[in-house]
């Protein structure tokens, strides 16, 4: 059992030997396992369709049907559910088909309770990260189309600082633009975060993580790392921060501002995390541009309506864009050179 009582995770055994069946309850159940146990492949596919594991223990040779009968209909109609194969007959071949019909992993037998806790932790830390990895995809697609509906700049930019920390379980997000003539980062949007924190002072671009805008790549700051690396680091104790990532947003070659993690508690972000955190970024940087694009437009116009008299030209839709933020301004200004 864990913490809360509840077991670590839901096993199935399959295997026609009893010995095995009861070795391998024994040895689960003492470390926080429930298992349900099946003699025969057409018990465990019943059982399978009645309620949810999070793994299954086969065996290859079964009486009434192979074990690899059971890691295909596992893989077609339970895809959240992982298989280990494991049997006395352990061979490269049935290994490798094993693998390719779904299995996560494979343990010959006899096998020792430190191998069978091994390969089971082992294939529960791959179901985790595959429905998680899932979870986070549908999430982010969700939050993509509500980002592009929206025509609110203001509400886009703070729509991907809610969605990151949703996303993410993190303390909290922010989106700094450089506004490049003054070599400053003004916050743009942000979630999670005290506005005390939030209104600590200016940012100087030279001083908080310009590395990002040297190399262009993600940077993790630790909390070790804080005052070497942070224009406030003791503000940023104070906020409960362990742990600050920062992902540029780029608009071809120019980093026009940085996507900000907060991170109560140390931790990492693998490479799909940040491939993930990166799409955010782009999300903020296409806002950015559909609202210089309309700026652009506007007046276009309002110049044509000035130069052509009588000219009439039917009113663009409005697009809310905040520009009693100077970053705005000084945004339109560069792209307009």
């Known amino acids: 059992m864990n913490a809360t009582g509840k077991p670590k995770a839901t096993i199935l055994v399959i295997d026609d030997e009893q010995i095995v069946q009861e070795s391998v309850r024994r040895i689960l159940e003492e470390e926080g396992y429930k298992i349900d146990g099946a003699m025969r492949v ?28 059971a890691v295909q209909a596992v893989a077609e109609n339970h895809p959240d559910t992982g298989v280990v194969m494991f049997t006395g007959f352990a061979t490269v071949d049935s290994a490798v088909e094993s ?31 595959k429905r ?11 939050a993509e189309k509500a980002i592009k509906s929206s025509l609110d700049l203001k509400e886009v930019l703070r729509l991907i600082c809610t969605s990151v920390v949703g996303l993410f379980k993190v303390k909290g ?19 999670g975060l005290s506005e005390e924190y939030v209104g600590k002072g200016i940012l100087d671009s030279e001083k908080s993580v310009s590395a990002i805008f040297q190399s262009e790549k993600a940077v993790l700051i630790e909390e070790a790392d804080f ?6 680091p003791e503000k940023a104790r104070a906020e409960g921060i362990a742990s600050i990532l920062s992902i ?21 972000f693998d490479d799909d995390e940040i491939a993930l955190l990166t799409k955010f970024a782009e999300q903020g940087v296409r806002a950015l541009e559909n609202a210089m694009a309309y700026e652009s437009v ?36 560069k792209f307009e050179q």
């Open 132 to 142: 998680r990895d899932r979870e986070i995809e549908k999430l982010y697609s969700d």
């Open 298 to 333: 506007r007046k276009d116009i309002d110049g044509l309506k000035k130069n052509v008299p009588g000219l009439k030209v039917e009113r663009a839709p409005d697009l809310l864009v905040t520009n009693e933020h100077q970053w705005v301004n000084e945004i339109f200004h």
């Open 248 to 268: 540029p947003m780029k608009l071809d070659t120019t980093v026009l501002g940085i996507l900000r993690i907060y991170s109560g508690e140390k931790r990492s």
């Open 42 to 69: 057409d018990q465990a596919l019943d059982l399978l369709a009645r309620r949810p594991y999070d793994i299954v223990l086969t065996d290859l040779m079964m009486p009434d049907k192979s074990g690899m009968e």
């Open 227 to 232: 005052d070497a690396s942070l224009q406030y």
């Open 173 to 191: 997000a922010s989106l700094l633009i450089h506004r490049k003539k003054d070599q400053v980062l003004e916050v743009a949007s942000y979630y």
């Open 99 to 129: 693998m390719k019909l779904g299995a996560l992993d494979y343990l010959p037998k006899p096998f020792t309770p430190e191998e069978l806790l091994e390969v089971t932790e082992r294939a529960l830390d791959k179901v985790r990260k």
